[in-house]
């Protein structure tokens, strides 16, 4: 298989930690939005919507969108639930994820790291502030209870969440009043088949 990413992406870099979770075999193919890797002919031709992350099953069907890359790669594994409510829970994390989390934190990210925070995003970095926040403060209140966030065991819910958190930092956001984050992101560090950002 291969994929199609950027692996300091949030989206891309939560599949290549999956990839290595899994101890699955695959081709990374960079690719740099910056310069408009994606939209070029031949990328448009495997995904019309023109985004990474992107796998290429090796029977030549694509699968785009990250959480439908992760949900299909984790399928029969330790990682997705089988049971029916842990898996929907997996997927209500990983909706949250998706409409209550990266809109915040991975803008607030790019905006800083990418850009440089320029004068004239300064105003809407500041309002992805309480957003995030708002966010963190719901992952907080679970990981209080639970080691991982879909109980006792780490699934592609925390995968998920994981990619955006673990760097929310250069987007702005200080995670040292969140002590159980904290403790989460280094559980799952200390996983022996984690890779990190590169």
């Known amino acids: 298989m291969k994929v199609y990413g950027d692996s300091q992406s949030g989206n891309c870099y939560k599949i290549k930690l999956l990839l290595s979770l899994l101890d699955l075999n695959h081709e ?3 690719v740099d939005i910056l310069t408009g890797g994606t939209k070029s002919e031949s990328f448009l031709l495997k995904n019309p919507n023109g985004q990474i ?5 090796d029977d030549g069907r694509f699968i785009s969108e ?3 890359i992760m949900n ?11 049971d029916n409510f842990e898996r929907a829970k997996v997927l209500q994390w990983q909706f949250f994820e998706q409409y209550s989390h990266e809109p915040y934190i ?3 990210r790019y905006i800083a790291k990418y850009l440089g925070l320029p004068e004239n995003r300064k105003a809407e970095f500041e309002s992805k502030q309480e957003g995030g926040h708002k966010a963190l403060k719901v992952m907080e209140s679970q990981l209080e209870k639970t080691p991982y966030l879909v109980g006792e065991n780490l699934t592609i819910a925390d995968i998920s969440l994981y990619g955006y958190t673990h760097v ?3 987007g702005g956001f200080d995670l040292s009043q969140y002590s159980s984050i904290q403790n989460w992101l280094n559980r799952i560090r200390q996983h022996p088949q984690y890779v990190g950002m590169e």
């Open 28 to 30: 990374w193919i960079h």
């Open 53 to 57: 992350p992107l796998l290429e099953l």
């Open 66 to 68: 990250s959480n439908a």
């Open 72 to 82: 299909y790669l984790a399928s029969g594994s330790f990682y997705l639930p089988d």
């Open 106 to 108: 991975a803008v607030a």
């Open 168 to 170: 929310a930092h250069e």
